[in-house]
């Protein structure tokens, strides 16, 4: 039975007051979430061809409001990391990126991309990430420039960098991909993935410790199925030791078991997706006697330590064809479980959409109330993995939701909860 919707549902998706808000990111790629205008300038100017160069031509053919599959979903990131192959272009990409947030109210973002696709003989993993740093940075500081962010009025604009570690690659998905296979020629496809893991993390340790980069955690992307969470336990151990937080992408096209391993064999902090956490007819273990427990069982572990789930609604519907109503998505049963969760955007550009888009999503999909909304975004602030001291993190935290308590008044939106 669909639950009746709050009787101040019409100020929950007043568009001013969603895009007003201080919102939250926590689960957004950077090469999934380039400007179609910055795409065609760098390819033109690289050498790169385009299936079009005109922005409607690319939504047409590249960059859908749906897709057929994940494959066909995942076509855009040949284009998108084929123009991210020098430090200029990822500069310039990521200065964009935050200037695209901040207008439309995200206040605090964390950016993740693969590192290892981006390495050439131009920049190696850490010329990628300082040049994703400096946009950032750059963005940030003319952000917090302003006035009414100086003076207190508003809460200013931070950010952390995610790194993706890859479940699997192959000798074709980058140069270093490719060297790295070179002088691995005689160990196992497995090894060899979970040895590129554990080298991104001791890198990403050494770059945030010593060139001061806020490197604030580690995840791992790519095909689930065949590729388990277990060949990258070093990788996440290194991370663990070293205090790096740790999210993982599990049951975004896998079942609950994936997102068992990420838990339990990783230590992750963070689910992203977790779209198939209830889908107890996926899991293939023979040890597992009684599906449907073994789903609660997993579903109140994660209630229990606020495990926060990093849902990306329109990301999963056009990579699940199965969803044919957004009712139909799994934050249904996360929402009745009392799940920590917060809404992402997983690519701005891919997807076609953005942060003020997927929340208006969700009021009306599953007519949130005003507690329910406001829920989601502390949870996003106290979840996210905040660079700098747990007491800066508390004072920020508190500026982001007297801002949103202000807004919520002058719209008229009066938590019910």
Same mark, same amino acid.
């Given at each position: 039975?669909?639950?009746?919707?709050?009787?101040?549902?019409?100020?929950?998706?007043?568009?001013?007051?969603?895009?007003?808000?201080?919102?939250?990111?926590?689960?957004?790629?950077?090469?999934?979430?380039?400007?179609?205008?910055?795409?065609?300038?760098?390819?033109?100017?690289?050498?790169?061809?385009?299936?079009?160069?005109?922005?409607?031509?690319?939504?047409?053919?590249?960059?859908?409001?749906?897709?057929?599959?994940?494959?066909?979903?995942?076509?855009?990131?040949?284009?998108?990391?084929?123009?991210?192959?020098?430090?200029?272009?990822?500069?310039?990409?990521?200065?964009?990126?935050?200037?695209?947030?901040?207008?439309?109210?995200?206040?605090?973002?964390?950016?993740?991309?693969?590192?290892?696709?981006?390495?050439?003989?131009?920049?190696?993993?850490?010329?990628?990430?300082?040049?994703?740093?400096?946009?950032?940075?750059?963005?940030?500081?003319?952000?917090?420039?302003?006035?009414?962010?100086?003076?207190?009025?508003?809460?200013?604009?931070?950010?952390?960098?995610?790194?993706?570690?890859?479940?699997?690659?192959?000798?074709?998905?980058?140069?270093?991909?490719?060297?790295?296979?070179?002088?691995?020629?005689?160990?196992?496809?497995?090894?060899?993935?979970?040895?590129?893991?554990?080298?991104?993390?001791?890198?990403?340790?050494?770059?945030?410790?010593?060139?001061?980069?806020?490197?604030?955690?580690?995840?791992?992307?790519?095909?689930?199925?065949?590729?388990?969470?277990?060949?990258?336990?070093?990788?996440?151990?290194?991370?663990?030791?070293?205090?790096?937080?740790?999210?993982?992408?599990?049951?975004?096209?896998?079942?609950?078991?994936?997102?068992?391993?990420?838990?339990?064999?990783?230590?992750?902090?963070?689910?992203?997706?977790?779209?198939?956490?209830?889908?107890?007819?996926?899991?293939?273990?023979?040890?597992?006697?009684? %599906?449907?427990? $073994? &789903?609660?069982? =997993?579903?109140? +572990?994660?209630?229990?330590?606020?495990?926060?789930?990093? !849902?990306?609604?329109?990301?999963?519907?056009?990579?699940?064809?199965?969803?044919?109503?957004?009712?139909?998505?799994?934050?249904?049963?996360?929402?009745?479980?009392?799940?920590?969760?917060?809404?992402?955007?997983?690519?701005?550009?891919?997807?076609?959409?953005?942060?003020?888009?997927?929340?208006?999503?969700?009021?009306?999909?599953?007519?949130?109330?005003?507690?329910?909304?406001?829920?989601?975004?502390?949870?996003?602030?106290?979840?996210?993995?905040?660079?700098?001291?747990?007491?800066? %993190?508390?004072? $920020? &935290?508190?500026? =982001?939701?007297? +801002?949103?308590?202000?807004?919520?008044?002058?719209?008229? !939106?009066?938590?019910?909860?």
């Amino acid at each position: 039975m669909t639950k009746p919707a709050p009787r101040n549902t019409a100020a929950l998706l007043n568009r001013d007051f969603l895009k007003a808000i201080p919102k939250v990111d926590l689960h957004v790629h950077l090469d999934g979430s380039i400007r179609l205008s910055t795409l065609i300038e760098l390819a033109k100017e690289h050498k790169i061809k385009l299936p079009s160069y005109s922005v409607s031509g690319l939504e047409k053919l590249v960059f859908k409001e749906r897709y057929e599959s994940l494959v066909d979903y995942l076509q855009g990131f040949r284009y998108t990391v084929g123009v991210m192959q020098t430090p200029e272009a990822i500069e310039r990409i990521s200065y964009e990126f935050a200037q695209d947030n901040q207008a439309e109210g995200v206040r605090y973002v964390e950016v993740r991309f693969a590192p290892q696709l981006l390495v050439n003989y131009r920049q190696d993993i850490s010329a990628v990430i300082k040049a994703v740093y400096r946009g950032l940075a750059a963005a940030a500081k003319e952000f917090n420039a302003r006035p009414e962010v100086v003076s207190g009025k508003e809460p200013a604009f931070h950010f952390g960098i995610i790194t993706c570690a890859m479940r699997y690659f192959n000798p074709s998905m980058s140069d270093y991909y490719r060297d790295f296979h070179g002088v691995h020629g005689y160990s196992p496809a497995k090894t060899v993935f979970g040895l590129a893991s554990l080298e991104l993390a001791r890198a990403v340790v050494k770059i945030r410790d010593v060139e001061g980069i806020p490197v604030v955690g580690f995840d791992l992307a790519g095909p689930e199925a065949g590729y388990p969470a277990w060949d990258h336990v070093e990788a996440y151990r290194y991370a663990h030791r070293h205090f790096l937080n740790k999210t993982v992408h599990a049951g975004e096209a896998y079942g609950p078991e994936s997102i068992f391993q990420a838990i339990t064999d990783l230590h992750a902090d963070r689910i992203g997706h977790g779209y198939h956490l209830f889908d107890h007819e996926m899991i293939t273990s023979r040890d597992v006697l009684d %599906k449907k427990a $073994y &789903v609660e069982r =997993l579903a109140q +572990y994660i209630a229990e330590r606020r495990i926060t789930i990093e !849902v990306c609604l329109t990301s999963n519907q056009q990579t699940n064809p199965t969803i044919k109503r957004m009712s139909q998505h799994a934050y249904a049963k996360m929402r009745e479980h009392k799940l920590s969760v917060t809404f992402c955007t997983d690519n701005r550009s891919i997807s076609r959409t953005t942060v003020t888009g997927e929340l208006e999503l969700a009021i009306r999909s599953f007519s949130l109330t005003p507690g329910e909304l406001k829920n989601s975004l502390i949870y996003g602030f106290k979840r996210s993995f905040y660079p700098w001291s747990y007491k800066e %993190k508390r004072s $920020y &935290v508190r500026s =982001l939701l007297d +801002y949103y308590e202000k807004l919520a008044r002058a719209y008229g !939106v009066a938590s019910e909860e």
